[in-house]
């Protein structure tokens, strides 16, 4: 039933560690999105990806590759984790040139 | 760069009384002005949203008013209750992309 999901819900690694976030979505969307939140609260765009196409790329360490591999997942994997990595990875999708984006619940990442 | 400012960073207003968040922006660029509500532990989640071609949008309790010529826009909440009890976040989007750029958030608080 749940339109934008998320593995997983926690993460908890140590620096320098490799680490991958799944996402998935079930709305027949064919756009989406990460983002992160971080200790404030404060929510940036890191990717979007359309149709497979990656179509927004912020200002993002090439530590974090998305990949999707159709247009229902997009997935964030992260390399080399540092401490700075710490906050909460938001999923969204919507359609195409379409004003609402769906969120997912989140993936709270800690690096110790 | 922070591109939509936001005030205040929170919020305490009575059971019954009005909220109101502001925000202001500097890209003309933004062609949709949506306010997303987030939950402790929860995704955010679209509340209500305008085009910069309209000066008011009313949904329930929710009134966006827009000022075009000072890009300023806010968030009223009428008869706020204990529910309401979240951080809002304003937000412009530009482009097909739907690139979302959020405000920095207000933690709003509804006592009884």
Redesign the interface.
Known sequence: DTA?SQTPKYLVTQMGNDKSIKCEQNLGHD?M?W?KQDS??????MF?Y?NKEL??NETVPNRFSPKSPDKAHLNLHINSLELGDSAVY?C?S?Q???????????TRLTVT | QQQVKQSPQSLIVQKGGISIINCAYENTAFDYFPWYQQFPGKGPALLIAIRPDVSEKKEGRFTISFNKSAKQFSLHIMDSQPGDSATYFCAGVTGTASKLTFGTGTRLQVTL
Do not use: M, R
């Open positions: 934008v756009t999105y983002y404030k609260k404060f929510l940036k765009i979007s359309n179509i927004i938001f969204a919507s195409h040139g379409g004003d609402e984006q769906y969120f997912g619940p989140g």
